[in-house]
């Protein structure tokens, strides 16, 4: 934002929100091994109901349409 100061950047939460300070490279450390070295990966498999699969979906496909 310091950068392209004209540019007005839309974010879902705030810059240093509680969700984001959670994530830490000590913590995803583990995950980013087992996937380098092809380990399971089950163990951190999120679950989510046909519902919230459905509900996700459209603001996703979305997302991903105006990336390329």
Avoid: Y
Avoid at 41 to 49: A, D, I, R, T
């Amino acid at each position: 934002m310091e950068e392209f100061p004209s540019v007005e950047f839309a974010t879902a939460c705030s810059v240093r929100c509680n969700h984001m300070a959670k994530i830490s490279l000590t913590k995803i450390l583990p995950i980013l091994e087992a996937v380098d070295s092809g380990a399971d990966l089950s163990k951190w498999e999120v679950q989510l109901s046909d519902e919230t699969i459905k509900r996700a979906s459209e603001p996703i496909e979305k997302m991903l349409s105006l990336s390329f």
